[in-house]
């Protein structure tokens, strides 16, 4: 009796003891799993705060790139496009470039080549080409993230406007030295012939020569005030007064100025405008614009003709039509005749004028609130310009004005602002 009663009581405590063993190791176990489950919980707020920080720093990395004027690639070792901003999209068409070869994606050996190079050289390189018509200047330079892993940025900047610019420039600089050259030459020689005649020179030749050296000056003279009112508008230091003046003088004015020219090659000057036209304008700048249109007309028409001036009227504005019986503008160039130093026919009219002076025409009548244009020789032979002046008892628009112009809007009523 007394052996199964111990044999039940070490039983009891044995059982006690191992029931004792296992809370413990459950409330170990437990605390263990606790104190793993908050470490799991660190690394995962961890991991959330790091993938947060990735992604505020690939999204502020991509605003950056997309705040860029220029065209950013970043490509692979193979030439696979890694990321691109907005502008780059553009010059794929706005598809998606990404994960795509740089060689699937344009044609344009040069760009391959430098990025290639780049590769090789591991060093920063630039070179300029052309991709579907437009001007690139491109910088190319390895990016190393580690030993093993290699990045080609490629910057793109389209140069296409600075070349223009640099290439009207260099037009500008041969046109003006050749019509400097041109009348001064001529001047000279008219004066050594007077100097080197054997006999008093008769007063029929004198006045001829005389006549010939004032149409050179007038040349001189009026290459001159087309660079003058060129710089003057594009600095803003040409003031536009608009007031209520009558048309038909400021044309009167403007025929005067050109007579002498027109007679030179027997040409009349005839104005249709009626006196009942008011208009808004400042009548020095109109009388330019005037005095460029007809002296256009003046060098292209043929010997004993007419130029003619009318205006007609329509709710608000008064239409200037100025028309001559040369050859006209050809369609397909109705608009790029207004373009700063272009010359629609050079070959023709013997490399005169600048380009200067319907850009400068231009700019005044948008200025004024109005257009300017020409009308193609298809609908006629003969030279056709056209432009629109306020009435003087027109509203104003003070929207900017379109086009090339980049004036500030002009103030009515005697009041005046930048041209």
Known sequence: MDLLLLAAIALSVGLAYCAHRQRQERKALGALIKDRNATIGRL?????????????STALFATILDLSFDLVLLLDEDLTVGMVNRKARR???????????LTDLVESPELLSLAQLALREEESLEEQFVIEGA?????????????????????MQDISELVSLNRARRDLVANISHELRTPITRIRLIIEGLFLEADKPKRKASIQSLKEIAMETDALLWL???????????????????????????????????????????????????????????????????????????KWSPQAEAITITATEQVDEITVSIFDNGPGVPDELRNRVFERFYQADASRSGDEGTGLGLAICKHIIEAHGGRIWAEGNSQGS????????????????????????????????ESAAPL
């Open 135 to 155: 001007n690139y200047r491109a910088r190319a330079q390895v990016v190393e993230r580690s030993p093993t892993r290699r990045f080609i940025g490629l910057g």
């Open 224 to 298: 001159a005030q087309e660079l003058l009112d060129l710089s003057m508008i594009e600095s803003g230091e040409a003031i536009l007064r608009l007031v209520k003046t009558p048309l038909k003088q400021v044309v009167d004015d403007a025929i005067e100025r050109l007579e002498s020219q027109a007679a030179m090659k027997d040409l009349k000057i005839v104005s249709h405008v009626p006196q009942k036209y008011d208009v808004l304008c400042d009548a020095d700048q109109l009388k330019r614009v005037l005095g460029n249109l007809l002296h256009n007309a003046i």
């Open 44 to 56: 995962r707020s961890r991991v959330d705060e790091v993938e947060r920080d990735n992604q505020q």
């Open 91 to 101: 010059l794929f068409g706005d598809s998606n470039p990404i994960g795509r070869r």
């Open 382 to 413: 003969g030279g056709h310009f056209l432009f629109t002046l306020l009435k003087a008892d027109a509203s104003f628009q003070e929207d900017a004005p379109t086009g090339e112009s980049d004036q500030s809007p002009v103030a009515v009523s």
